[in-house]
T-cell receptor, first 114, second 115 residues
């Protein structure tokens, strides 16, 4: 399967713990995006990378959230001191340099904070 | 500001056509998209249209764009049970670097296909 992959698919954590999610984009896709989707809502943009550079961050991305893409390939999204309001589906998408308008999404990581 | 609105629910009979509607507010939108999401899954890109186009057809899917009214629609011909899902409308705006960046999504329309 050469699509966007995300790990883990599900994560249950206690409030106050740190969690880290990983996204592997489609090979040779230079742009990588993170979105968050809560129940009954559409995805909301969090941040995106072009290669290893983080070019835009949403105001939704509080200082407890940090994203990295150190080598311009996979990306990690870390949430520190999780809160119940962080419970959501975290979606990753990627797009190709020559066609940046097509974003392809992974299956998501569902986070439940208890 | 950016705001994308959709109706919440649509029910159609198998074999009929479905029309899902969307309105957006940002007149500087460059691309408008339709994504499909099945239960527990990520989003599947169905089709998209550049803002200088009025219509795009792709097999059973027809996208109509009325830029004056900021209205986008997705018509699914010969709707099948496998089309049951949530359909999201989304817009992107050209960034300062000259390429599209983030997508702004609507809340989604749940399509139910009955026999």
């Amino acid at each position: 399967d050469t699509g966007v992959s995300q790990n883990p698919r599900h994560k249950i954590t206690k409030r106050g713990q740190n969690v880290t999610f990983r996204c592997d984009p489609i090979s040779e896709h230079n742009r990588l995006y993170w979105y968050r989707q809560t129940l009954g809502q559409g995805p909301e943009f969090l941040t995106y990378f072009q290669n290893e550079a983080q070019l835009e961050k949403s105001r939704l991305l509080s200082d407890r959230f940090s994203a990295e893409r150190p080598k311009g390939s996979f990306s990690t999204l870390e949430i520190q001191r999780t809160e119940q309001g962080d419970s959501a589906m975290y979606l990753c998408a990627s797009s190709f340099r020559d066609n940046p308008y097509e974003q392809y999404f992974g299956p998501g990581t569902r986070l439940t904070v208890t | 500001g950016e705001d994308v609105e959709q109706s919440l629910f649509l029910s159609v009979r198998e074999g009929d056509s479905s029309v899902i509607n969307c309105t957006y507010t940002d007149s500087s939108s460059t691309y408008l998209y339709w994504y499909k999401q099945e239960p527990g899954a990520g989003l599947q890109l169905l089709t998209y249209i550049f803002s200088n186009m009025d219509m795009k057809q792709d097999q059973r899917l027809t996208v109509l764009l009325n830029k004056k009214d900021k209205h986008l629609s997705l018509r699914i011909a010969d709707t099948q049970t496998g089309d049951s899902a949530i359909y999201f409308c989304a817009e992107s705006i050209e960034s300062s670097t000259g390429t599209a960046s983030k997508l702004t999504f609507g809340t989604g329309t749940r399509l139910q296909v009955t026999l």
